[in-house]
């Protein structure tokens, strides 16, 4: 059972990561984003992501 636990907190841990470099990409200068190669910004808010 904590095995469980722990690869869903892992999972979430992982997944909060993800969400806050891409908010720190995204407000990054347009020009910085194309320079790195971040792709334009879409609607991506119907996207939904589960960690697990």
Do not use: Y
């Not at 470099?21 to 334009?40: F, S």
């Amino acid at each position: 059972m904590f095995k469980s636990l722990n690869r869903i907190r892992a999972a979430f841990a992982q997944a909060s990561k993800r969400r806050r470099t891409t908010r720190e990409l995204n407000e990054l200068p347009a020009e910085v984003q194309k320079d790195i190669g971040w792709p334009e910004q879409s609607n991506h808010l119907d996207e939904i992501r589960l960690p697990f």
